[in-house]
């Protein structure tokens, strides 16, 4: 049991056995008194040394208990604070992961959608390349040779020798040589150019790919060539006038 002396300081193991020490002494005291009480004035009085303490002896024990329970309190306020301080740094590292995960997905849905690239237009075929015209001689020979190749073309027949012959008898390979004296002239269709064919002849088996003048001397050999074949098998047969 404790009691409060002067204060809020309490008694400690030794002020309680001195305590005790006065109450025995007290005790005995009466019991004198109580034997002889008539004697009880001339019985001296028992002189109590009283027992030398402090408020500090009798608050040391709870000066210790308090400063240990001030740490520990101290010490649960302290992880109290820590864990509040380390919930709410948490709570803000979670607020502003997902404030970012929200201005992402934000700043995705605003991005606009690129279209896709268009198909490139197929590439047109290249067109064939122009046949690369053979070149062929201003003169007897380089028309002679174009005739021919002509004629080829058209399964028309004739040689070189055969058409050179009668272009040499005919006009002696003058393309704009005329007969104005013959009968056809004095029908008035005179023969005209390399191989003396009249208008009606050359119209009538005009080479196509050639010229329409009587005059031109490849459409002349070709028309020539095309009616001699026709009336003698080839331009070859022909011998004389035809």
């Not at 004697?39 to 000066?63: C, F, N, R």
């Not at 004739?158 to 029908?187: C, L």
Request: proline share 7%; glycine share 6%; net charge positive.
């Amino acid at each position: 049991m404790r009691s409060t002396i002067t204060g809020t300081a309490r008694l400690t193991k030794t002020h309680k056995l001195s305590a005790a020490g006065i109450t025995v002494a007290m005790g005995a005291a009466a019991v004198a008194m109580a034997v002889t009480p008539g004697q009880a004035a001339e019985t001296p009085s028992i002189a109590v040394k009283p027992v030398a303490w402090t408020t500090t002896d009798l608050g040391a024990h709870d000066h210790v208990g308090t400063q240990s329970d001030k740490a520990a309190a101290k010490a649960k306020a302290d992880a109290a604070a820590a864990k509040v301080k380390a919930d709410a740094a948490a709570k803000a590292k979670a607020d502003k992961a997902r404030a970012d995960q929200q201005a992402a997905s934000r700043s995705q849905a605003r991005t606009p959608v690129k279209p896709a690239p268009a198909k490139p237009a197929p590439a047109k075929p290249a067109a064939p390349a122009a046949p690369v015209k053979k070149a062929y001689a201003d003169n007897l020979d380089g028309w002679i040779k174009e005739s021919l190749d002509i004629l080829k073309s058209k399964n028309i027949p004739a040689s070189y020798e055969g058409i050179k012959r009668n272009v040499m008898r005919e006009s002696t390979g003058n393309p704009r040589a005329i007969n104005d004296w013959d009968i056809n002239a004095a029908n008035g269709v005179p023969s005209k150019g390399l191989l003396q064919i009249i208008d009606p002849t050359f119209k009538a088996y005009h080479v196509e790919g050639t010229s329409w003048d009587p005059y031109d001397p490849v459409a002349n050999i070709t028309a020539s060539c095309n009616y001699a074949a026709d009336k003698y098998g080839s331009m070859d047969n022909v011998n004389s006038a035809y």
